[in-house]
């Protein structure tokens, strides 16, 4: 599945690198409140888990961390994050799925947009990120609603976790329906303690886009966002 998901991706990259930008469902619904609930990064070292086209990257550098590091595991997307921020920022073709190449307690926060649906194993990928991450440090993370995946594909079980197809400008892409409960359990498993929960819903200016798709994320919501603490613990 990874291989089918990387050529996907490497496919679209020119499509995130392009066009995304604009799209209402990025500019004007998951990345306002992401930015929103990341807040004040200056002075910290921060991962970007799925940099994609590197938008988050730019944004971070702007605001004046003190390190930031991409990773993506589309060989496409590297290039064009690194297109985008040039050598300010290493940026690294890295799975997610396997162990990530960073020492313990390295990074003062981890942002996540859009992708940790797309891992096989939230526990593991999850765990990689409790070790890398400071105690008392920061994760922040979209994923696609729980409720959403459930009720757009009209799935038979919400509390059975299912690999699911949808397509991106015609390009076949791959993820994980998982329950709420699900995503819960792998935080607190994994030493998070949950600080913030939300629901976002779309600027004024994605109505003036998507007039049509503004009312419906006004009453069904369609990403999450999740705020967590990697609590300082000793296992």
Known sequence: MDDKL???YDKLSKHYENDV???SFNAYYERPAMLKTIGNVQNLKV???GCGAGFYIKWLLKNNVKEVTGIDFSDNMVESAKRRVGNKAKILNVNLNKKLPFGDKYFDMI??????HYVKDLNFTLSEFSRILKANGKLIFSINHPMMTYLYFSLDNYFEEILLEDRINKVP??????SFN????????NSFLIENIIEPKPTIEFKKQDKKNY???NKKPHFLIIKAIKLNVTK
């Open 6 to 8: 990387k050529k996907s």
């Open 21 to 23: 930008d604009t799209k």
């Open 47 to 49: 991962l970007d888990a």
């Open 111 to 116: 942002i996540s947009s859009l992708t940790l």
């Open 173 to 178: 892409v791959y993820f994980y329906h998982r």
């Open 182 to 189: 699900d995503i819960f359990s792998a935080l607190n498993k």
């Open 215 to 217: 009312i419906k994320l």
